[in-house]
């Protein structure tokens, strides 16, 4: 027994002298338990939890710029430098240290967790199309069809004079368009009472789980063996989700073509594949020239899957956001109703395109996009919403230069969001919710107090223009996938709500909409309880 104890006490021995002498990047700045152990990070991350991301900015504001954050990891807060690290076609690739955290070795890679750079565009490309400008456009009654389902609840609390939670509102409206379009099937969270039943408590609940699978990812290959109905008792926070999969684990094989071997004909319709008037993203990637080892079902479902996850959530906690400062702000509020009723001024509308399958009682997309004080609430909404909360660390192939630092090449290095959005030399007075940061001279009609509040808001810095600071969807080859249909829901979402309802807040502070917690996407504080809002419908 005590030759074991020797042998282990010898290896962390070993372990402690690598990390801390003899690593690559054992001179540069940062706490020693930090290079010691990623359990530093774990105790933050996964204990507190979700806490990290502020204990970086302390290390920051001790150690400067450029910190050691684990035994294998740099951290780097400067936005000027975003870009530069960020850059497209740059020769780097993703790191797999934190590929564990949502799934384990060995499961099918979605696009996000796929290392290789020349893989990652080539499987990017295949879905590239059903996410364009056009695309979105060509979807926009489906769009429609899911808003004109979440105004129906909407409409109904605006009649009893009762509150609703305007997340669960937005989280199922979110599910329900991406799981359409997705694979053809809507999770249908819209059609619950009060939209309750969407996943918006279950991402938040597999984002905190994942802090810690970081750290263990041999557990995610054990769970991905268990089955759901099982699953289900060990991660009860996640039923919701767990449930979905399961219902698209039984659905997916009528999306397959006639001769495949795992192909089920659906009873409703001999062809499933085109029962749809909108592309199915599982269908099509199917039909791409991927290659077949990449069709395979299993990183198929994985591909689908991680849209899921990430399209729904995170707009629709840009949509929550956006709702609550724009009623919190009586003077926002005035600003954008007037542009709204400006762009539409009755509704219902008669449709502007040719679709007779847009619906009259939601304004359209192409209308909406006009309203530049619209477009700078959502620029807004999403600087304090946030997209991806976590770091995003890079491997570059070559030795990476920074100020005076020389970083040896494979070394991981990560930068945050985060650190961006809310940095103080780049955003007056970053907390404030200023949509006028985001306007032009002469852009709208505007007072002297609005005047002021551009001016301030609309600083350049270091002589850029503040838009290349709005980083939220990422920069560089690996850009946000979903941004152009994460826009037009955040258009159609928050311009219906606005020009449709008076709204005011109900037991609703900034507290229920501030990130307190990083679960990979931007969580508020534990016991929040959404952000409750009570409605009277506009007349005209």
């Avoid at 690559?24 to 979700?50: C, Q, S």
């Avoid at 368009?177 to 597999?206: M, P, R």
């Avoid at 007075?429 to 001016?455: C, H, M, S, T, Y």
Wanted: net charge neutral.
């Amino acid at each position: 027994m005590s030759a074991i104890v020797y042998l282990i006490l010898l290896y962390l021995s070993y372990l402690a002298v690598k990390r801390l002498v003899f690593s690559p990047i054992a001179r540069f700045p940062g706490p020693k338990l930090a290079a010691l152990t990623r359990w530093y990070e774990l105790f933050y991350d996964a204990i507190l939890p979700g806490r990290f991301n502020w204990q970086i900015d302390k290390l920051h504001e001790k150690y400067g710029p450029v910190v050691r954050i684990n035994p294998e990891e740099l951290h780097i807060q400067d936005s000027d430098y975003f870009d530069e690290f960020y850059e497209r076609g740059a020769k780097c690739t993703r790191w797999d240290g934190t590929n564990g955290r949502f799934s384990g070795r060995g499961a099918p890679q979605a696009i996000p967790s796929t290392l290789d750079n020349e893989l990652h565009r080539i499987r990017r490309a295949a879905i590239n199309p059903l996410f364009s400008k056009r695309s979105i456009y060509d979807i926009e009654p489906m769009l429609h069809e899911k808003l004109e389902l979440a105004c129906e609840h909407l409409t109904r609390h605006a009649q009893d004079g009762t509150p609703i939670n305007i997340v669960d509102v937005w989280a199922a409206m979110g599910a329900d368009i991406i799981t359409q379009y997705g694979w053809g099937k809507a999770l249908d969270a819209l059609k619950s009472e009060d939209c309750k039943q969407n996943l918006h408590g279950a991402i938040l609940a597999a984002g905190r789980a994942s802090q810690f699978f970081i750290q263990f990812i041999s557990l995610q290959n054990v769970l991905r063996l268990i089955p759901f109905k099982w699953l289900k008792y060990i991660q009860p926070g996640q039923a919701g989700l767990i449930d979905y999969r399961e219902s698209v684990a039984a659905h997916l094989p009528t999306l397959l073509p006639c001769g495949h071997p795992e192909y089920k004909d659906a009873k409703e319709d001999a062809t499933p594949i085109t029962r749809h008037n909108h592309p199915v993203v599982f269908s099509a990637l199917l039909q791409s020239k991927l290659s077949e080892a990449d069709k395979n079902t299993q990183r198929l479902a994985a591909e689908v899957g991680n849209l899921v996850g990430a399209g729904s959530e995170t707009t629709a906690w840009g949509l929550s956001v956006g709702t609550y400062h724009i009623i919190a702000n009586p003077r926002i509020t005035h600003r954008l109703r007037q542009e709204l009723m400006t762009l539409v001024p009755e509704l219902p509308i008669p449709p502007t395109s040719s679709s007779a399958e847009l619906s009259p009682a939601i304004p359209p997309l192409r209308v909406l996009e006009r309203g530049p004080y619209l477009s700078a609430c959502i620029k807004e909404s999403l600087r304090h919403s946030l997209g991806v909360a976590s770091r995003s660390p890079r491997v570059y192939e070559h030795d990476l230069r920074y100020r005076d630092w020389v970083i040896p090449a494979g070394t991981p290095v990560s930068m945050t969001y985060y650190d961006v959005c809310m940095d103080k030399r780049v955003f007056e007075q970053p907390e404030r919710f200023w949509p006028e940061r985001w306007l032009n001279e002469g852009e709208v009609e505007e007072d002297d107090a609005a005047k002021e509040i551009r001016q301030r808001g609309k600083a350049l810095h270091n002589g850029e223009p503040l838009e290349r600071y709005w980083v939220i969807f990422g920069k560089g080859d690996r850009n946000c996938l979903g941004l152009t249909l994460a826009m037009a829901e955040l258009y159609l979402g928050l311009g219906t709500l606005f020009r449709k309802y008076d709204l005011e807040l109900f037991e609703t502070d900034e507290s229920d909409v501030k990130m307190a917690h990083d679960f990979f996407v931007a969580a508020p504080k534990l016991d929040s309880k959404g952000v409750r809002v009570k409605l009277r419908e506009l007349q005209g």
